[in-house]
């Protein structure tokens, strides 16, 4: 559980800085550019731990699709939340055909 938790923190500074910016359109876009460094310098303060210690109990891909079921989850909260977007039907099922895949890469075949 510490992975999981550790990748959820570092999920919502990753997608503070890769979208956050969409909010304040006005703002110069090389300021942007250095704040969002300075925010993924702590997303990368949580991610590289999270991986170091998951990798003792996952494979590499599977660390990849945890990191990615978390990264959508996040990203949709982060969306309607903060940047007041709609979430679409077809939204959900792309998001459930990605969860399809987390079932083939973790099933012991």
Known sequence: MKT?????ISNIFMTFAWYGH???KSAPLFMVIVISWLIAFFEYCF???????GHAQFS???????????TLIVFVVFSIFYL???FRWNYALGFCLIIGAVFVIFKKW
Request: positive net charge; hydrophobic residues 50%; aromatic residues 0%.
């Open 4 to 8: 999981i938790g550790l990748l959820i």
């Open 22 to 24: 969409l909010k304040h």
């Open 60 to 70: 590499a891909a599977q660390l990849k699709t945890i990191q990615e079921v978390i």
């Open 47 to 53: 991610q590289v731990p999270a991986n170091r210690i």
């Open 84 to 86: 007041r977007e709609e």
